[in-house]
């Protein structure tokens, strides 16, 4: 089956910098991948996706892109913001299991 | 809409008790799922159903754990007996199929803990 890798686990930035975390996934039939924000207590919520036939789509200060011969997409947030602070998951939707895997989650932390 | 509706919201229950949890999905989603999710082990997905049939439920742990979907607005997960290690936050998420995927909206999710 699929198998979606997520990294660093936990990041830590400062106000205003760059924050980038990374998704490998194993099975060339994936071709949806969004990408989850989960604040403290809360429920994961969609804050950007790609699909195969793109290979990267911005949105504000979210981008991700996609590299589909490495099999592997980013998450891009510039200008970082504390409220930016929470767990983000990858994750991706495989068409013949016909199931979305996710990652094991990255914990950003914005410092003001 | 509301979104996708579960409750309760925290339950606490004794080992070897049934625990049930319910799902309302959001309006016309034909696509409803059920996930775990634990510091260890993450976001895992647990069983999903495309117009009320269960079409994967590789996920579901063992034969405690059971999930039914009696129609388009309402799905249950139950735990019979539960133990300590089903502590966990259960999500119930909906979304619209089709030939291309689409978002899964997640519920508030429950926060059960077996003592």
């Known amino acids: 089956g699929e198998n979606v890798e997520q990294h660093p686990s936990t990041l830590s930035v400062q106000e205003g910098d760059s924050a980038v975390i990374k998704c490998t996934y194993s099975d060339s039939a994936s071709n949806y991948f969004p990408w989850y924000k989960q604040e403290l207590g809360k429920r994961p919520q969609l804050i950007i996706d790609i699909r195969s036939n793109v290979g990267e789509k911005k949105d504000q200060r979210i981008a991700v892109t996609l590299n589909k011969t490495a099999k592997h997409f980013s998450l891009h947030i510039t200008e970082t913001q504390p409220e930016d602070s929470a767990v983000y998951f990858c994750?991706?939707?495989?068409?013949?299991?016909?199931?979305?895997?996710f990652g094991t989650g990255t914990r950003l932390l914005v410092s003001p | 809409d509301a979104g996708v509706i579960q409750s309760p919201r925290h339950e606490v229950t004794e080992m070897g008790q049934e625990v049930t949890l319910r799902c309302k999905p959001i309006s016309g989603h034909d696509y409803l799922f059920w996930y775990r999710q634990t510091m260890m082990r993450g976001l895992e997905l647990l069983i999903y159903f495309n117009n009320n049939v269960p079409i994967d439920d590789s996920g579901m742990p063992e034969d405690r754990f059971s999930a039914k979907m009696p129609n388009a607005s309402f799905s249950t997960l139950k735990i019979q007996p539960s133990e300590p290690r089903d502590s966990a936050v259960y999500f119930c998420?909906?979304?619209?199929?089709?030939?291309?995927?689409?978002?899964?909206?997640f519920g508030p999710g429950t926060r059960l803990t077996v003592l």
């Open positions: 998420a909906s979304s619209l199929g089709g030939v291309s995927y689409n978002e899964q909206f």
């Open positions: 994750a991706a939707w495989n068409t013949g299991f016909q199931k979305l895997v």
